[in-house]
């Protein structure tokens, strides 16, 4: 069964302080790994789209890297408007249905 | 990119009442998606909505409880009946490219059953 954990569940950082967040899979036949960003109220926001191991993709202060079993996405320098939860989500060869994590509730201190 | 309008916003709700919520979207899609969103925790699939078929539904979702409509390319509502307070949650409807390599969602619906 295809199945998606985020670690850690919530991070606090500081201004500034770099760190990454990850996202472990189990999926018959990648079709996609997919990050999006959650603010409060609102739908999930497109980020990324990884298709194979070692692929990386960059977005301003966010990069995304992927390998067989999991993909980090790391934040550099983070700003308070980085506050957000991101979810991270994957597809498999079985058909149209994306499985999502629990994300991973993101705060930034200035 | 789609640009995707959900309505309502949110909406407080007797048990054992429905509510329709709808979805627009700007442009013509195959598949619209609906998920549910509980409190705390992450998105689950609901059902796949094509035009001109009927929704096909994930395990734990049945059409009596969420009847979906998908009139047009553009537009589809997802119907939550005989509300009861388990059913409170934020729905969220969604489209992809078509690559389906980008998905698109609307602000979701936060619906509180009392």
């Known amino acids: ?19 990454s967040l990850n996202c472990s899979y189990t999926v018959s036949g990648l079709r996609g790994l997919f990050w999006y960003r959650q603010d409060p109220g609102k739908g999930p926001e497109f980020l990324f789209t990884l298709y194979s191991a070692g692929e990386e993709k960059e977005k301003e202060r966010l990069k995304a890297t992927l ?8 934040i550099t320098a983070p700003k308070p408007e980085d506050s957000a939860t991101y979810l991270c989500a994957v597809r498999g060869a079985g058909g149209f249905k ?13 | 990119s789609a640009v995707i309008s959900q309505k309502p916003s949110r909406d407080i709700c007797q048990r054992g009442t429905s509510l329709t919520i709808q979805c627009q979207v700007d442009s013509q899609v195959t598949m619209m998606f609906w998920y549910r969103q509980q409190p705390g925790q992450s ?9 001109g078929s009927e929704a ?14 998908r009139p047009n390319l553009t537009f ?8 009861s307070p388990e059913d409170s949650s934020i729905y969220l409807c969604s489209v992809e490219d078509n690559g389906g390599t980008e998905a698109f969602f609307g602000q979701g619906t936060r619906l509180t059953v009392v």
Not at chain 2, 76 to 83: E, G, K, P, Y
């Open chain 1, 1 to 19: 069964e295809d199945q998606v954990t985020q670690s850690p569940e919530a991070l606090r950082l500081q201004e500034g302080e770099s760190s």
């Open chain 2, 43 to 51: 998105l689950t699939l609901i059902a796949t909505a094509n035009q």
């Open chain 1, 98 to 110: 994306t499985i999502f994590g629990a994300g991973t509730r993101l705060f930034v201190k200035a």
């Open chain 2, 76 to 83: 589809s509502t997802l119907t939550v009946s005989n509300m």
């Open chain 1, 67 to 74: 390998t067989k079993k999991e993909s980090f996405l790391h």
């Open chain 2, 56 to 69: 096909t539904y994930e395990s734990g979702f049945v059409i009596d409880k969420f009847p979906i409509s």
